[in-house]
């Protein structure tokens, strides 16, 4: 089964709290979970990324957490603030070496309150 | 910070005449893709272009689709007989060990 179920499709969040965002796969030969981040007009930008190996990756405010047991992987955004307003998507890669296709969620559109 | 450039941002075309749009992929980057997000709908593959010639495509990717590397810095995708149904914002992008990198994409309208 080729889809990453992404939850929910938006969120609001006051400036300085925790936005979280869910996805969950059914394929096990998935293995890299991308987040991209899009701004209006704008097209996908990476924001982080991570392989089944680990359980967790953070980059600045930016965490991944990953279970591999529940095929389940969510991005947290803390301390999120008005510029961290944008649509997230995640995705998940499959194929040999650099030639992957992306299959991506439905996307969360996030609003960060000032 | 190199990045994919896409022209034109928005074409506006007729059901049934052929469009072409144009992809500038990172210059060191060898792998290239097309994807298409109908409005409202998830961001789907299309095909994945490498090596002059395509490695993988998805069941969208009929006869009516064609990729082309025509130089050595653009790729294109063609739609030769365009539907209603192939509205959408089309982005190019291309990747370095893995990671894709996209541009902005093209918002792609048959009347």
């Known amino acids: 089964q080729q889809q990453v179920k992404q939850s929910p499709q938006s969120l609001i969040v006051q400036k300085g709290g925790i936005s979280i965002i869910n996805c969950a796969y059914e394929?096990?030969?998935?293995?890299?979970f991308p987040w991209y981040q899009q701004f209006p007009g704008k097209g996908p930008a990476l924001l982080i990324a991570?392989?089944?190996d680990v359980s967790e990756k953070k980059e600045g405010r930016f965490t991944i957490s990953f279970n591999k047991s529940a095929k389940q992987f969510s991005l947290h955004i803390m301390d999120s603030q008005p510029g961290d307003s944008a649509t997230y998507f995640c995705?998940?890669?499959?194929?040999?070496?650099?030639?992957?296709?992306?299959?991506w969620g439905l996307g969360t559109s996030l609003a960060v309150n000032p | 910070e190199p990045e994919v450039t896409q022209t034109p941002s928005h074409q506006v075309t007729q059901m049934g005449q052929e469009v072409i749009l144009r992809c500038v992929p990172i210059?060191?980057?060898?792998?290239f893709y097309w994807y298409r997000q109908i409005l409202g709908q998830k961001v789907e593959f299309l095909v994945s272009?490498?090596?002059?010639?395509?490695?993988?495509k998805s069941e969208i990717f009929d006869d009516q689709f064609s990729v082309e590397r025509p130089d050595g810095s653009n790729f294109t995708l063609k739609i030769r007989s365009t539907k209603l149904e192939d509205s959408a914002m089309y982005f190019c992008?291309?990747?370095?060990?893995?990671?894709?990198?996209f541009g902005p994409g093209t918002r792609l309208t048959v009347l």
């Open positions: 991570i392989r089944p």
């Open positions: 272009f490498y090596n002059n010639e395509i490695s993988e």
């Open positions: 992008a291309s990747s370095e060990r893995g990671k894709q990198f």
């Open positions: 394929n096990t030969a998935f293995d890299y």
């Open positions: 995705a998940a890669s499959i194929g040999a070496g650099n030639n992957r296709k992306l299959i």
């Open positions: 210059s060191n980057h060898l792998y």
